[in-house]
């Protein structure tokens, strides 16, 4: 999934591949002098950075009309054509229900905290952690009132299937459950809307094995072990639909809720739509939503900088209002000093990952010591402080993001935040390269990314390596994926965020061999990274039932995977929104994406 702020930054630029080589020169000095000294993390810095929760009072008032404001566009309120990670959340809260859910809190280290939503516990697996089972609460309803059933459940993950109709949303269903295949990786199962035939009868009994239903207990059998089954079912693509209400393939924005709210109205693409009370919703069924506000009214295709000059204006319109997007760089330090700005904002992490890849086989990185040189090489505060700061991103080395239980601050490479060029000539020299090392590196061009990138090349130089940087602007991870690119790259910019609050949905993505190399490409494992000791850990990890030692297991892996120079961290980014005067109880989940929390906001 994406965030909505990574759409903007992926946004198609003109084709402008230009490659120019950056090296020690009066730009990369410049870059050095501006940061020299400035320290983005600790110290009197760390306690200039927003709270993850606004200092303005907290209420457990309800009523009143909260106003959200966004540039969108919402891509899908269908939940298995869902994509976004910004949307889900506010799906998440509002007028959809999975099985599980992450429980709102305004302590980011229990954010990640799973609890039974439309289940009545988290579930209860078999001791293979092949099989789980969840038993529905009772009294949960559609807006009809009509109670929401276990083939409800079952119905809408179905629909993941119909992949010719329903696109877009998450494929978990199709990869774990134990629905056969056929010889071309496609499902058996072709989904509820295909054609009579033998072929389909044969697949919906497949499914009907895989996911069964007795009373208002539902059980998935999967084709393999997957210890956090529990929590891949939080995401919208596991969510209920009734199958009287399914629009198929005309269905893109059609809501028919199980939450506290429902649209007054069809949703207006582009324009938005009013959230009313849902009367049929039982507080007492819901341990996740307050719903404090009787109305919202989402309102989208307002640029981004206009709706926080907007609020920050705090106008009689505006004083109700909430920001859905992050607050544009040039605009947070005013923020963040102003102190009746800074008591109605709140900051997180989004969970996004900056991170550069080192290509295996480019002869330059084919040892360890070379991929630790650069590594140990790389400036990460100057790189956050190009993004636009504290307020923007945050250092780090490893790729699971701080609001996971897998989150560590480990170093292994003992590289610091500034890296030690010294250190990094050394390991160069282990690696038997003679310096200058020339290296070439390709990126997402952006304006604020060129800047990110000199500030990198600066301290790569200055440890002995002489980069050609390639901006890349069109389909660039496309790009990067081709089999070409092995031969023309050393080192590759990517980026990555979670889909759910486990590492599982991180380092099996990007370094598992097995699912990455073949003829076609690297997939994710744009470095061609391969390990079988690597590739064996990942296979035994998921079969670890409790969640901690689990999680544990996947910090020990990243560690070394760093200490392979696998991948080098650079930075997590981070969103700072602002709300109105009037709005109460304002805070940032981190779990779902670093994303306004509306789960108990409110308004005065």
Not at 247 to 252: L, P, S, V, Y
Request: charged share 20%.
């Amino acid at each position: 999934m994406t965030t909505r702020s990574d759409r903007h930054q992926t946004r198609r630029r003109p084709r402008d591949r230009r490659r120019q080589t950056i090296a020690a020169g009066a730009v990369a000095a410049a870059l050095v002098a501006g940061i020299a000294g400035c320290s983005v993390l600790g110290g009197d810095d760390e306690a200039a950075t927003p709270q993850t929760t606004a200092a303005a009072e907290r209420t457990d008032d309800k009523g009143g009309t909260l106003k959200a404001m966004s540039l969108g566009p919402v891509l899908a309120w269908d939940p298995q054509r869902i994509s976004s990670r910004d949307d889900a959340a506010f799906a998440g809260r509002t007028f959809l229900r999975t099985l599980t859910a992450y429980a709102p809190s305004i302590d980011a280290g229990k954010q990640a905290g799973l609890v039974g939503d439309l289940a009545t516990d988290t579930g209860k697996p078999n001791k293979t952690l092949t099989s789980w089972a969840f038993t529905l609460r009772d009294g949960v309803a559609w807006e009809d009132g009509s109670p929401v059933t276990c083939e409800d459940v079952k119905y809408g993950i179905s629909r993941s299937f119909a992949t010719t109709v329903i696109t877009g949303g998450a494929t978990d269903a199709l990869a774990v459950l134990a629905v056969p295949k056929n010889p071309d990786g496609t499902s058996v199962y072709a989904g509820p809307y295909a054609p009579a035939s033998p072929a389909t009868t044969a697949g919906k009994a497949a499914y009907d094995t895989a996911v069964t239903c007795k009373d208002r207990t539902i059980t998935f059998a999967l084709s393999a072990p997957v210890s956090d089954f529990n929590e891949m079912v939080t995401q919208a693509a596991f969510a209920p639909v009734k199958k009287e209400k399914d629009q198929r393939d005309k269905g893109t924005f059609a809501v028919f809720s199980n939450g506290p709210y429902k649209l007054a109205s069809p949703w207006r693409a582009s324009t938005g739509g009013t959230w009313v009370r849902n009367p049929a919703w039982k507080e007492s069924t819901d341990v996740v939503r307050k719903a404090y506000p009787d109305r919202i009214e989402y309102q989208e295709g307002i640029e981004t900088q206009t709706v926080a000059q907007q609020i920050i204006a705090d106008g009689e319109n505006s004083r109700a209002a909430v920001s859905l997007g992050s607050v544009p760089p040039a605009i947070q330090q005013n923020i963040v000093t102003v102190n009746a700005l800074s008591r109605r904002s709140a900051t997180a992490g989004t969970g996004l990952v900056d991170y550069l890849v080192p290509n295996l086989r480019s002869k330059v990185f084919a040892t360890p010591q070379a991929r630790q040189a650069l590594s140990v090489a790389t400036n990460r505060e100057a790189y956050v402080t190009a993004l636009g700061g504290a307020t923007t991103a945050r250092p780090s080395r490893t790729l699971i993001p701080s609001a996971l239980p897998a989150h560590h601050e480990q170093d292994p490479l003992k590289s610091g935040r500034r890296g030690d060029p010294e250190r990094a000539k050394a390991l160069l020299a282990e690696a038997k390269l003679t310096l200058p090392v020339p290296i070439r590196v390709a990126y997402r061009s952006s304006p604020t990314a060129d800047k990110a990138m000199a500030a990198l090349v600066a301290g790569w130089t200055e440890a002995g390596f002489a980069p050609t940087v390639s901006k890349l602007d069109d389909e660039y991870f496309t790009t990067i994926a081709r089999p070409q690119a092995a031969g023309a790259y050393d080192v590759f910019w990517s980026n990555w965020a979670p889909a759910w609050a486990s590492a599982s949905t991180i380092l099996p993505a990007l370094f598992d061999s097995t699912i990455n190399l073949t003829a076609a490409g690297p997939g994710r494992d744009y470095g061609y990274f391969r390990d079988p000791a690597i590739d064996a850990e990942i296979k035994r990890i998921p079969t670890i039932a409790d969640r901690a030692e689990r999680e544990k297991a996947w910090a020990a892996l990243d560690v070394r995977l760093q200490t392979l120079g696998a991948y080098i961290g650079l930075a997590e980014r981070r969103a700072l929104y602002i709300a109105g005067s009037d709005v109460r109880n304002l805070s940032v989940n981190e779990v779902t994406g670093g994303v306004v929390e509306f789960a108990d906001i409110a308004v005065r």
